[in-house]
């Protein structure tokens, strides 16, 4: 299967600041979603990106496919988009039905 | 649209005791998988179901097992617990076509499982 790699494994911020969390992955993926875990567990989607970008908010995501990467980019960082953020994708070569997750970066956002 | 939803939310057990947690997909999904995540870890993939019936299995022993009903609600089953299944059992739903995914899975918030 394939290895998702994500970095980096905790990150601290003073509110305001922003930041740029990666998504490596050893094979092609398609399927590829950002998920925010909010303190209760729940994974919370924030983007569905097989390619391309998109934004929503102070929130935007670019996947480039062909190079086997994703970046999330959070701006103007609030005290609330603390928690682990997860990527997750879909061998594209194998069994369409098993999301691979990396093991998540910690963010923590101070006031 | 009604999300995911799962139930219990938490529950503690015995070693070697069963246990059976449930979900409900979201309205307009016909596929529900299921995942482990450890204190600490990313969610591990369990298995699948599509139309009733096991499409995709990850590296857990057979004591863990599932339904799929035909309304595409689903239950996890594991027997002979041990305390390593200490866990958040996360429960995803999705559209699938020939069982493979058509867009994205959205998850429930998750059963919490404690083994003593």
């Known amino acids: 299967g394939i290895q998702v790699e994500q970095s980096p494994p905790d990150l601290i911020l003073q509110e305001g600041a922003n930041s740029t969390l990666r998504c490596n992955f050893s094979?092609?993926?398609?399927?590829l979603q950002w998920f925010h875990q909010n303190p209760w567990g729940q994974l919370i989607n924030l983007f569905y990106i097989p390619s391309g970008t998109k934004q929503n908010g102070r929130l935007s995501a670019t996947t480039v496919a062909t190079e086997r990467y994703s970046l999330l980019y959070i701006s103007s960082s609030q005290t609330t988009d603390s928690g682990v953020y997860f990527c997750?994708?879909?061998?594209?070569?194998?069994?369409?039905?098993?999301?691979?997750f990396g093991k998540g970066t910690l963010l923590t956002v101070n006031p | 649209e009604t999300g995911v939803t799962q139930s219990p939310t938490h529950l503690i057990k015995t070693r070697g005791q069963q246990v059976t947690l449930r979900c409900s997909s979201q309205s307009g999904h016909n596929t529900v998988s299921w995942y482990q995540q450890a204190l600490g870890q990313g969610p591990q993939f369990i298995f699948q179901y599509y139309r009733e019936e096991e499409n995709g299995r990850g590296n857990f022993p057979p004591r863990f097992s599932g339904l799929q009903f035909p309304n595409y609600s689903s239950e996890l089953n594991v027997n002979a617990l041990e305390l390593d299944d200490s866990a958040l059992y996360l429960c995803a739903s999705s559209l699938a076509a020939s069982g493979r995914y058509t867009g994205e899975l959205f998850f429930g918030e998750g059963s919490r499982l404690t083994v003593l």
């Open positions: 997750a994708g879909l061998n594209s070569g194998g069994s369409n039905y098993k999301l691979t």
């Open positions: 094979d092609s993926v398609n399927n």
